[in-house]
């Protein structure tokens, strides 16, 4: 069982940044990819990045790939989402999400965070 809980969200105008970080319990979390998805209103949930095990392998949708950065640090139980360059059509809630498999996957994640919202104005 692993348990996520989201910080850093919040209000930036577009060009700006916010780092989101996503904090894991248990002694299993370096063992979990993890993922960030994010779900603006009116929309379903969208794959935004992963991270492997390791943090050996990434993958990001191709509207952040440039603009945001992926990382973990395993002896922190922490994930970090580094966004850049926000955009308007960034706003979201964004969600931390593990899976025990290990390796980078867009979809199917067994754990989730309760959301932070990220609000680019223009």
């Known amino acids: 069982q692993v348990q996520l809980v989201e910080s850093g969200g919040g209000l930036v105008q577009a060009g700006g940044s916010l780092r989101l970080s996503c904090a894991a319990s248990g002694r299993t979390f370096s063992s979990y990819a993890m993922g960030w998805v994010r779900q603006a209103p009116g929309k379903e949930r969208e794959f935004v990045a992963a991270?492997?095990?390791?943090?050996?392998?990434?993958l990001y949708t191709d509207s952040v790939t440039g603009r945001f950065t992926i990382s973990r640090d395993n002896a922190k139980n922490t994930v970090y989402l580094q966004m850049n360059s926000l955009k308007p059509e960034d706003t979201a809630v964004y969600y931390c999400?593990?899976?025990?498999?290990?390796?980078?996957?867009?979809?199917?994640?067994?754990?989730w965070g309760q959301g932070t919202q990220v609000t680019v104005s223009s």
């Open positions: 999400a593990a899976d025990p498999g290990g390796l980078v996957v867009v979809e199917g994640y067994d754990y």
């Open positions: 991270i492997s095990w390791s943090g050996d392998s990434t």
